[in-house]
């Protein structure tokens, strides 16, 4: 079936210049390796039969536009043509699989044959169950033949002497869907295509009570994240540019937000800059049809994402691009705050005692806690988000390695807490 498609693909896709890559296989079961298999190599998938896309669709594999050739319509009137001109076959009385009621309802009444002695399995199930149902009813005299769609069923019926008609499509049904398969392609790659812009929100930097904070640190932060961002926009081929004192915006297509996104399942280099600038970051993410329109859905998204923390892409017509999930339940920050409190003031007691500066790194910090320096690391990480300490750039030196990063705690906090007791 997969020779006979790819024989009939030239010209059948029309004006749409598409290029076939075939994926032959055994049984209709391993349709969905092979989609594997290909990945991302290709537009749109086309399926033999509405077999082997149940299965790849039950599986959950299929990341791109699919679908398959049909077997009802003209390819089911074909085989009950066939049954009535063989005495071997009673299509009044038939079993038939995977077709849906409604659609052999309307084909038998198309050729004005009853339907009082059909029976019809819907559910998609395994050859040897399907092949149990036409066997119980031929074997209870119920049935005298039995009209499948797949063709390991065929084969098992024929070996235990069950009359059987397999559905083939149509030649015509092959032509139509290499058409739609071919437009479902043009559609995705014109998606791709389209027009993306993610717009960054820095609250470090937007927050007007952290003014107080010297300007080269705030300049070099600026500096450190326009350069991460320029290096996550080369790799996916888009670009960055800085939109005020606090934000950023990234301009990309639709197909390389994807994959930064896995999906727009993960908001984009959120993680990068948390690890290597110890800062959150908020992102926004919106398509549109032109640049102008796809920043505004970006700031919608972002708005949106400030407010429920889920929704951090929006699409050109300002739906959620987000796949839906449950939401976790949402645990109260006190706890969160208390502990930055704790740690903040643990640390300005032992600074106090040592008549030290209020700059830390891991090290010290971890020294004066009693923990590891990887635990303290996660512990002003902590108190940065909590807006207890800031990141200073790094200390540069001559030595080979990864520059200390320095952290100055933020004393006054606990001050202003204590007041407001």
């Known amino acids: 079936m997969v020779e006979r498609v790819m024989l ?13 890559i075939a994926a032959a296989y055994r049984d209709e079961q391993e349709a969905t390796d092979k989609v594997v298999r290909l990945g991302s190599a290709i537009d749109a998938y086309l399926f033999a039969s509405p077999v082997p896309y149940e299965f790849a669709r039950k599986a959950g594999v299929l990341t791109m536009p699919a679908t398959f050739v049909p077997l009802g319509g003209a390819s089911l009137h074909e085989a009950l043509l066939r049954s ?3 005495d071997r076959y009673d299509p009044t009385r038939a079993s038939l699989d995977v077709l849906n009621r409604t659609d052999v309802v309307e084909a ?13 399995h819907e559910e998609l199930t395994t050859t040897a169950q399907l092949t149990s149902f036409h066997e119980g009813l031929w074997r209870r005299k119920a049935t005298r033949m039995a009209i499948t769609c797949v063709r390991g069923v065929a084969e ?15 030649n015509a049904g092959v032509r139509s869907a290499l058409q739609t398969a071919g437009l479902l392609g043009a559609h995705h790659r014109l998606e791709e295509a389209q027009l993306g812009v993610v717009v960054v929100d820095v ?5 007007s009570s952290r003014r107080s904070t010297p300007r080269y640190w705030r300049e070099e932060l600026r500096l450190s994240l326009h350069r991460l961002l320029l290096q996550e926009a080369h790799r996916i081929n888009a670009t960055a540019h800085r939109l005020d004192d606090h934000s950023f915006m990234v301009t990309a297509t639709r197909g390389s937000l994807v994959t930064a996104t896995e999906g727009f399942r993960q908001p984009p280099f959120v993680e990068r800059i948390k690890a290597e600038l110890g800062i959150a970051i908020e992102v926004g993410i919106g398509m549109g049809r032109t640049t102008q329109d796809a920043e505004t859905h970006a700031r919608a ?7 429920s923390r889920q929704s951090f892409a929006v699409d050109r017509e300002g739906r959620s691009l987000v796949p839906a999930q449950r939401a976790p339940a949402r645990q109260s920050s006190e ?25 830390v790194d891991a090290e010290n910090a971890g020294r004066m806690l009693g923990v590891t320096s990887r635990t303290a690391r996660r512990l002003l990480r902590t108190l940065v988000e909590e807006g207890l300490a800031w990141p200073l750039p790094p200390n540069r030196t001559l030595q080979p390695g990864r520059p200390r990063q ?16």
């Open 8 to 20: 009939m693909g030239p010209g059948s896709t029309g004006p749409l210049n598409a290029r076939l």
């Open 84 to 86: 009535t001109l063989d």
């Open 108 to 120: 038998y009444s198309e050729v004005d044959l009853p339907v009082d002695g059909i029976h019809v």
């Open 156 to 170: 098992r019926l024929e070996a235990i002497g069950v009359p059987v008609v397999r559905l083939r499509p149509t």
């Open 301 to 307: 998204a972002l708005n949106r994402a400030q407010a």
């Open 203 to 207: 609250p470090t930097l937007r927050d």
């Open 406 to 421: 320095l952290y100055r705690l933020i004393v006054e906090k606990l001050d202003k807490n204590a007041a407001g007791k």
């Open 335 to 359: 706890p969160l705050r208390t502990k930055g409190r704790e740690t903040l003031t643990r640390l300005s007691a032992k600074i106090a005692e040592e008549d030290g500066p209020l700059v």
